[in-house]
């Protein structure tokens, strides 16, 4: 466990509130401060956020260090251009970036239960449905994650998105479809519902699993990317990931 007066972290994201569930159980996790943000539509930025860090801090010169992990699933703009820029703009002296959270092992052993959940059994086709970006970076990271997914899977998966890109889930879902398939189930690459997961439900698939969402290994990855940022800032060695445990629920 972490002295709270050690730092401050700050869970950065979209419009996801994921990271509210990050504010509550983060702090039995890591028994740290931690502060959400968002870099888009919704506030308080994270250049709020810490700003407002170092106004409180006794020492404004010298304020408490804070550490910003992003809670993307994949590195596009707003990990390579949005965090930074905000972090900057922040005057914060001493922030560390953490990398994204995805794309990770343990996101795919929680895609895999979501998908045993909707009625995925082997054998069926999967479509791997994420949000889209136009930043080649992120595509790599979804791809890298569709790979992760099939490993654990053990059954090859077709890489769609929803927003950004091609191929969009619904062609992919009517091709696999043309080629025989009669079960096609849609892996859900997003953290919550909303619009995006709503789409998923008009592709014609046979389920359609829930997204990553409020899952226990989440809050571990977290954490574990905290945790990994303050050991890299202090020299220790970095120690293998606890959130690498195989989720069960």
């Not at 983060?26 to 810490?50: K, N, Y």
């Not at 929803?162 to 696999?176: D, H, I, Q």
């Not at 398939?181 to 709503?198: C, I, K, N, P, W």
Request: glycine share 6%; with cysteine; charged share 20%.
């Amino acid at each position: 466990m972490l002295p709270a007066a050690h730092s401050t972290a700050v869970c950065g994201c979209a419009v996801d509130p994921l990271a509210e569930f990050g504010v509550v159980s983060g702090r039995s996790t890591t028994s740290t401060p931690v502060r959400t943000a968002f870099v888009d539509v919704l506030g308080p930025s994270p250049s709020e956020v810490l700003h407002d860090l170092v106004a409180q801090s006794p020492d404004a010169v010298n304020p408490a260090p804070a550490v910003v992990v992003p809670a993307f699933l994949a590195s596009g703009y707003h990990v390579y251009k949005d965090v930074p820029r905000e972090v900057s703009d922040s005057a914060h002296p001493a922030v560390t970036v953490t990398p994204a959270m995805g794309p990770d092992p343990a996101l795919a052993r929680i895609m895999a239960v979501r998908l045993r959940a909707a009625g995925w059994c082997p054998g069926d086709a999967v479509v791997f449905a994420a949000a889209g970006s136009s930043d080649p970076r992120a595509r790599a990271d979804v791809n890298r994650a569709a790979a992760m997914l099939t490993a654990q899977l053990a059954t090859p998966v077709r890489t769609a998105y929803v927003a950004t890109g091609a191929p969009r889930v619904p062609e992919v879902v009517a091709e696999l479809r043309e080629e025989g398939q009669d079960r096609v189930f849609v892996a859900s690459y997003l953290l919550a519902h909303g619009l995006f997961h709503e789409r998923l439900h008009q592709a014609g698939a046979t389920g359609v699993a829930d997204p990553i969402g409020v899952h226990p290994a989440v809050v571990r990855l977290i954490a574990d990317r905290y945790r990994a940022a303050l050991r890299e800032r202090s020299g220790r060695p970095t120690l293998p990931p606890t959130g690498t445990a195989i989720p069960r629920s």
